[in-house]
Nanobody
Framework: QVQLVESGGGLVQAGGSLRLSCTAS????????MGWFRQAPGKERDLVAA???????TYYADSVKGRFTISGNSARNTYLQMNSLKPDDTAVYYC????????????????WGQGTQVTVSS
């Protein structure tokens, strides 16, 4: 069983930055893809960014391209650097891990963290 713990959320003004961290346990022996999702009130949970085990492939939602950067892998910490934050980025952010062989740009992830709140004020 993989356990994921997020940290780094908080309150920031528009234009500011935050760095989210995801610590994964018990998955050092499998090459999981790591993803960051977010869910705003009343909206669906959407994939924001993902990175494959080797780091060779990454995915970003159009809304965050050029502002967010994902790094790391499941054997250590995975990070989401968020710059130029906007009020629309306000959401609960979830770290997720996906077993090999699935579409890393989709929503079918296998393990989830508890989420961390990000609030961007205008």
């Amino acid at each position: 069983q993989v356990q994921l713990v997020e940290s780094g959320g908080g309150l920031v003004q528009a234009g500011g930055s935050l760095r989210l961290s995801c610590t994964a346990s018990r998955c050092a022996f499998r090459p999981y893809t790591m993803g960051w999702f977010r869910q705003a009130p009343g909206k669906e949970r959407d994939l924001v960014a993902a990175i494959t085990w080797t780091g060779r492939n990454t995915y970003y939602a159009d809304s965050v391209k050029g502002r967010f950067t994902i790094s790391g892998n499941s054997a250590r910490n995975t990070y989401l650097q968020m710059n130029s934050l906007k009020p629309d980025d306000t959401a609960v952010y979830y770290c997720a891990a996906q077993v090999p062989g699935k579409d890393y740009t989709g929503s079918e992830y296998d393990y989830w963290g508890q989420g961390t709140q990000v609030t961007v004020s205008s």
